[in-house]
């Protein structure tokens, strides 16, 4: 018996830090299981830019059919590189053009779910780090709420 109980203990202790490692190495992906689904990729561009978008969706990630992303920057910009958000069970799309003023970026994300629209809030972080010309750091957030199949538009400008 006090093995069976120590045994008990022991896999109490195995299940829980199963759990706590996984909520701080996917922090993302466990509260999308646990209130809904997360899309949260970055997308590196030419001018030493980040831009961090993350779509909070109202629904099971099997719900989810895809994500895109569009970024609107100035034309002498280009993206680099899109990370994906990591274990996403649904595709995401990246796509930069190049038609906004100078200094200014326009998101727009578009959730498209399988089944009744649900709630989706977009947020937009962006960073812009300038290093010629004197150091310099930018931070700029915008956040839009809606519905699955509608897209969001943010407008990012210092």
Partial sequence: MSYT???????????????????????????????????????????????????????LPTSVASVDFVIHGPSN???????????????????????????QYITETLVRTRGAPVAVTSNSNLVKVKLLGGLGVALMHGSTSGWSGQTQVTVLEP
């Fill in 77 to 103: 910009v280009r993206m680099l590189l899109g990370v994906a958000t990591p274990g996403v069970l649904f595709p995401e799309r990246f796509e930069y053009r190049a038609d906004a003023p100078p200094g």
């Fill in 5 to 59: 109980r120590v045994m008990s203990g022991w896999l109490r202790a195995v299940l829980l830090l199963g759990l706590l490692g996984t909520v701080l190495i996917f922090p993302t992906q466990v509260g999308a299981t646990l209130a809904g689904c997360r899309s949260d990729p970055l997308v590196y561009l030419s001018n030493g830019t980040a831009v961090e978008f993350n779509a909070d969706i109202d629904a």
